[in-house]
């Protein structure tokens, strides 16, 4: 039996059938990427934990815009980006 934080039990069927589709979900991500990128599948996976990452970083500043109530601003080095 496995349990999460909220004590709900499952079954080592009902684990390895969540896994399982967690896992099918993450390889195909990450073969969409790279059969879009023509890249290998260890750039592939990179490239969506990466991805991942940015979407975070962005979803924080969405919500520090919409919730800055002190007046606070992002420092200039954490809202420009660098040209290659």
């Known amino acids: 039996m496995g349990a999460n934080l909220t004590r709900e039990q499952w079954s080592l069927e009902e684990v390895n059938h969540k896994l399982?589709?967690?896992?099918?979900?993450?390889?195909?991500?990450?073969?969409?990427?790279?059969?879009?990128?023509?890249?290998?599948?260890?750039?592939?996976?990179?490239?969506?934990?990466?991805?991942?990452?940015?979407n975070a970083i962005q979803s924080a500043r969405l919500w520090h815009n919409q919730h800055n109530q002190f007046g606070w601003q992002l420092q200039p080095e954490c809202t420009q980006t660098r040209s290659r």
């Open 20 to 54: 399982e589709e967690k896992m099918t979900k993450a390889f195909n991500n990450v073969e969409a990427i790279v059969t879009k990128e023509e890249s290998d599948m260890r750039t592939g996976a990179l490239m969506v934990g990466v991805g991942r990452v940015a």
